[in-house]
T-cell receptor
Framework: QKEVEQNSGPLSVPEGAIASLNCTYS??????FFWYRQYSGKSPELIMS??SNGDKEDGRFTAQLNKASQYVSLLIRDSQPSDSATYLC????????????WGLGTSLAVNP | DADVTQTPRNRITKTGKRIMLECSQT?????MYWYRQDPGLGLRLIYY???????NKGEISDGYSVSRQAQAKFSLSLESAIPNQTALYFC???????????????FGEGSWLTVV
């Protein structure tokens, strides 16, 4: 069973701090990794994708990928209350690249 | 207007009834998906379709059926609804290809279904 694991949280950080969200995956052959944000009662939306080892930055968000250790992380700098949401990690299934394997998500609360 | 539109947005139905959730998209994408989301179980793929003639079962297709009426329309049916099908259902689309465009999934606003 291929899995994507995330700490469910809630992760609570003060406004302005760095929030660090982690995700590990079991499928060693996976090549594509995604972070989606989901506000309560709303649909998920893509915030970052990463395909190569290392860091990818987009504004306040940085995705980090380490394929050898099979983890991907998301850093949110200068966290804002509007960042409070559930963050879903998704990994493309190497055996069936038509599918994504989803984590259960980490709930983030940014406190003013 | 939303690019991926689901109807109905909310529905309460009785056990044993047939119900259809409809999805239409204006993004021009070939790929469409139906997911359900349950607390503690996350997003689970029910069915997916990569073009009008391509329908595939996902992780949890039992008790569901789908129809891809056109490139822009993909409906999900519960032939005989049961209470454990109470969930939030999402339709989604993505572009064709393995590049970034083919990897980004765009979700509809969701349909809350309650089976009593």
């Amino acid at each position: 069973q291929k899995e994507v694991e995330q700490n469910s949280g809630p992760l609570s950080v003060p406004e302005g701090a760095i929030a660090s969200l982690n995700c590990t995956y079991s499928d060693r052959g996976s090549q594509s990794f995604f972070w989606y944000r989901q506000y309560s009662g709303k649909s998920p939306e893509l915030i970052m994708s990463i395909y190569s080892n290392g860091d990818k930055e987009d504004g306040r968000f940085t995705a980090q990928l380490n394929k050898a250790s099979q983890y991907v992380s998301l850093l949110i700098r200068d966290s804002q209350p509007s960042d409070s949401a559930t963050y879903l990690c998704a990994v493309r299934d190497a055996g069936n690249n038509r599918k994504l394997i989803w984590g259960l998500g980490t709930s983030l609360a940014v406190n003013p | 207007d939303a690019d991926v539109t689901q109807t109905p947005r909310n529905r309460i139905t009785k056990t044993g009834k047939r119900i259809m959730l409809e999805c239409s998209q204006t993004k021009g994408h070939d790929r469409m998906y139906w997911y359900r989301q349950d607390p503690g179980l996350g997003l689970r793929l029910i069915y997916y379709s990569f073009d009008v003639k391509d329908i595939n079962k996902g992780e949890i297709s039992d008790g569901y059926s789908v129809s891809r009426q056109a490139q822009a329309k993909f409906s999900l049916s519960l032939e005989s609804a049961i209470p454990n099908q109470t969930a939030l259902y999402f339709c989604a689309t993505s572009e064709t290809g393995q590049g970034a465009g083919g990897n980004t999934i765009y979700f509809g606003e969701g349909s809350w279904l309650t089976v009593v």
